[in-house]
């Protein structure tokens, strides 16, 4: 079975030939090819040589056309901090005052060297391995997009006391974020994984969510032209499994907040779950620690299909040594194979 | 409507006494706090200062509601943004109660927070606020800074107890650099630290060479009272 025909069926609820193994490889490509973090992220050429190399080392089944967060807000003007072994981080907020969102306008996607870089990538990403593989790009959501916009403190008291500036900037990133969710699958993405971790009850209590982030999350999907993934980014997902179902995204990223019993049965049938080993505590595993978590997680979400293993926050520490992502790999091979025992 | 009837009066032996019931009183504050409602909890704050005599009472109502939404957090029952609201709210009504009550700041230990690498500091806001709600006095280093100009700011000022909240997996092993800048200079500061990193891999605090790791913003009381009394 193709990595692409797995990921379909266990979208559909149904149990492929294994479980399929979404390991969320991004600046860790730096390291693969030997390379400091600027210097990986300034060609596509070395994005896309470290993901088709990823994938064979680790059989991976996607590939994932993600270069760092922060890209999104240099195309809103705003700097990137980078270091030679970490993710790039966000600089100073591009607003500086509440007031400055009606001043904002959604930035165009070719006019961002950025942006135009992710895109390349995935174009040759795709030239190179056609429908065999999904190929996982990723936008920021609208909702969640001002933390780095304007700084977390600002944007709750936009949520809570200044609902002008709220909509006004909700109706920038909808456009902005659409729009590069669209560019992403016109270059050849299979499907869009949104970091939404402010849809999370563990950052903003459910009453508030569905009042605010929930619609703008069913009238962000719906512009978007292709399956979707949302992450929570290892926040807690139970309280809104369902809602977030009913924005129609395939799948859910979750963490290791969630009760597993609980989460499984509120997903069953609605929405592909996706994750939830532990980035951090995976950098000092033992190889047989990363088998038995990997049998424990399949055994907790594997029946029936509708799971992809993955780590439970979208993104693999560059602190993470090879040989366990290996051993995580060879447990796939050796725990993953439906029907479960 | 939120505010229920916190104070009675009683007659005993020709003698009015007003009692309180503590727990209607302090429920109702939490409450007030979690819908970010500034206008009623400064309410039934003022109506509880006016009621009860010294600091003390002022503090364990703060400490103590401030307390229980931490714990309501770790259990997934409130969020971190009511998390945020609430300490933003108490250290106001905090910062408007001392002057008029002729109350001052707790001086000691000297309390300095700070943010290695890191830019976004929405939890080093979160721990001061807590903080300076209970009455102590906290001296914010700022964000992005190196281990270098953390150790150099703490020694000149003199801090005893140093609090490093990070969101980023390699600021937070930058403690390590930290703790080994500090023996070398001979500098006895206790390090706390607090953040996603700690809380997602609960012993890593001790690996990075801390003092102490704190899950949420509140643990900061029982550490300090751990520290001033050892």
């Known amino acids: 079975m193709s990595s692409m025909n797995r990921v379909l069926t266990t979208i559909s609820h149904k149990e492929p030939d294994r479980v399929p193994l979404f390991l969320c490889l991004s600046f860790y490509g730096a390291k693969e090819l030997g390379m400091t973090v600027p210097e990986y992220f300034k060609k596509p050429e070395n994005v896309v040589a470290a993901q088709l190399a990823m994938r064979e080392k680790y059989q991976n089944d996607c590939l994932y056309s993600f270069f760092y967060a922060s890209i999104e807000l240099e195309a809103f003007g705003s700097e990137t901090i980078f270091v030679d072994d970490g993710p790039p981080n966000a600089g100073a907020p591009v607003l500086r005052t509440i007031d400055d969102v009606f001043r904002l306008e959604p930035p165009e996607i070719d006019t961002s060297p950025g942006l135009t870089r992710v895109l390349r990538a995935t174009e040759m990403l795709k030239e190179r391995v056609g429908n065999e593989v999904p190929i996982i790009g990723i936008v920021m959501s609208p909702f969640s997009l001002p933390v780095i916009q304007i700084g977390f403190e600002k944007y709750l008291e936009m949520i809570y006391f200044r609902k002008d500036a709220f909509e006004r900037l909700m109706e920038v990133n909808d ?3 659409a729009a590069w969710a669209n560019a992403q699958l016109a270059a050849g993405a299979t499907a869009i994984g949104i970091f939404d971790p402010l849809s999370s009850p563990s950052l903003i209590e459910k009453p508030t ?51 597993p019993v609980a989460l499984k049965k509120e997903a069953e049938g609605r929405i592909c779950l996706l994750g939830n080993l532990n980035g951090l505590e995976m950098t000092h595993w033992t190889k047989e620690r990363a088998h038995r978590t990997v049998k424990t997680v399949i055994d907790q979400f594997g029946k ?26 060879e447990a796939v091979q050796l725990y993953g194979n439906y029907p479960l025992e | 409507m939120y505010i229920k009837e916190c104070f009675y009066t009683s007659k005993r032996e020709g003698e009015s006494l007003r009692m309180y019931k503590f727990n209607g009183l302090a429920e109702d504050f939490e409450q007030a706090l979690l819908n970010t409602d500034r206008v009623v909890a400064t309410s039934i704050f003022r109506r509880y200062a006016e009621a009860t005599e010294g600091f003390s009472h002022i503090e364990r109502l703060v400490v103590n509601t401030l307390d229980q939404i931490g714990e309501k957090w770790e259990r997934g029952i409130v969020s971190l943004a009511q998390v945020y609201m609430s300490g933003r709210i108490c250290e106001e009504l905090i910062d408007e109660y001392l002057p008029v009550a002729a109350v001052k700041r707790r001086e000691s230990p000297r309390i300095a927070i700070a943010m290695l690498i890191d830019q976004h500091a929405l939890g080093k806001r979160i721990v001061t606020s807590v903080l300076r709600a209970a009455g102590y006095n906290v001296i914010d280093f700022g964000q992005g800074l190196t281990s270098e100009s953390l150790v150099e700011k703490t020694i000149e000022s ?32 206790k390090i706390i630290v607090g953040g996603a990193p700690f809380r997602l891999d609960e012993g890593l605090w001790e690996r990075v060479g801390a003092d102490a790791g704190s899950r949420k913003a509140s643990d900061i009381f029982a550490l300090l009272e751990k520290e001033v009394l050892s």
């Not at chain 1, 299909?305 to 602190?319: A, V």
């Open chain 2, 158 to 189: 003199r801090i005893e107890i140093l609090l490093i909240s990070t969101l980023m997996y390699r600021s937070a092993l930058k403690v390590r650099e930290l703790r080994d800048r500090f023996e070398r200079a001979g500098y006895p500061v």
């Open chain 1, 175 to 177: 456009s902005f974020c």
């Open chain 1, 209 to 259: 969510y569905i009042r605010t982030g929930y619609p703008v999350a069913q009238r962000f999907i719906s512009k978007i032209k292709g399956a979707t993934a949302i992450h929570l980014a290892s926040g807690l997902t139970l309280p809104v499994v369902r809602e977030i179902a009913e924005t129609g995204a395939a799948i859910l990223g979750f963490g290791v907040a969630d009760d």
């Open chain 1, 304 to 329: 029936g299909g509708g799971f992809i293993l993955s780590d439970g926050h979208g993104e693999i520490p560059w602190q993470v040594p090879e040989e366990i992502l290996i051993a995580v790999s």
